[in-house]
């Protein structure tokens, strides 16, 4: 059910590289349209999905990264449209055609545990992933960053000057990206802490929710990655760390992340394998 979103978005992702390339008004429309046909396309497959299984398809894991890459695209394109900047396109669809592919590699569709059947469970999923979508915005407006201001200040202006913001648009994109990022982690994190309390791991006797707690590794990632970002947004606004600073700082937690996504959320965590 996946490959038809995959393809999208390869499609979406070479109509963006020739529009970085050549800078034509018509292939920029053209790329956002294609963007938006794939998002469009994804979300009626989440809407089946979502009718197959009796919830919103956070489980497992490949349909909770399928999500992710859903909500990012639809986080892009309000971007784009409010803006009316593409530029960035050209770095973000890459990444959702990775993660797309990913989740299609192994998709498979699996009955809810009834532990999950709960409004609390879709409050928490649904935060994170907003939040990773706000911090793989932020990841990227930063690299782009870095990108433009090696050019800049190797005073040989070209590639990146000609077709990226100006740092300062830049620099502004990424504060605020990182900023709705923590405030919907925060919200997640709290949900899934008052949810946890509810469930009582001590007593539980599924062995899964019996193992969470602050060690288990993807919990413990996730309060890693608030740590790291409370710190960025603190930075900025106390020490003045901006610019090339937070742009890094976006990058590095992004990472994070991806790492809380990818490995440790297949192979490491004992509690968050529904």
Sequence with gaps: MNILPLLLYIAAGVTYAIYFARRSPQAGRFATASL?????????????????????????LP??????????????????????????????????VVLQGVSTVSDRVLEPA???????????????????????????????????FRELKSKQLGFFAERLPSLKV??????????????FLTAGLVVGAVWLMQLQPETATDPRVAAMSVFDPKIYVALLSWLL??????????????????????????????????????????????
Excluded at 43 to 60: A, C, D, I, S, W
Excluded at 245 to 255: E, N, P, T, V
């Design 170 to 183: 830049l620099d502004t994109m990424n504060g605020r990206a990182v900023s709705i990022g923590w405030l």
């Design 229 to 274: 970002y409370s710190f960025a947004i603190y930075a900025r606004r106390a020490i003045g760390w901006n610019g090339k600073r937070a742009a890094w700082l976006s990058a590095i937690g992004f990472s994070i992340i991806l790492l809380n996504l990818g490995p440790v959320g297949y192979f490491l965590t004992e509690s968050h394998n529904f």
């Design 114 to 148: 009834p532990v999950l059947d709960s409004p609390m469970f879709a409050v928490h999923v649904s935060s994170l992933l907003f939040a990773c979508a706000a911090f793989a915005l932020a990841c990227v407006i930063g690299i782009t960053y870095v990108l433009l």
């Design 36 to 60: 938006a046909a794939a998002a469009l396309i994804h979300t009626f497959v989440v809407g089946m999905r979502t009718v197959e299984v009796g919830q919103l398809p956070f489980v497992p």
């Design 63 to 96: 349909a909770t990264i399928s999500a992710f890459v859903w909500l990012l695209a639809v986080a892009y394109l309000y971007t784009e449209v409010t803006t009316d900047e593409r530029a960035m396109g050209v770095f973000i669809v890459p990444l959702l």
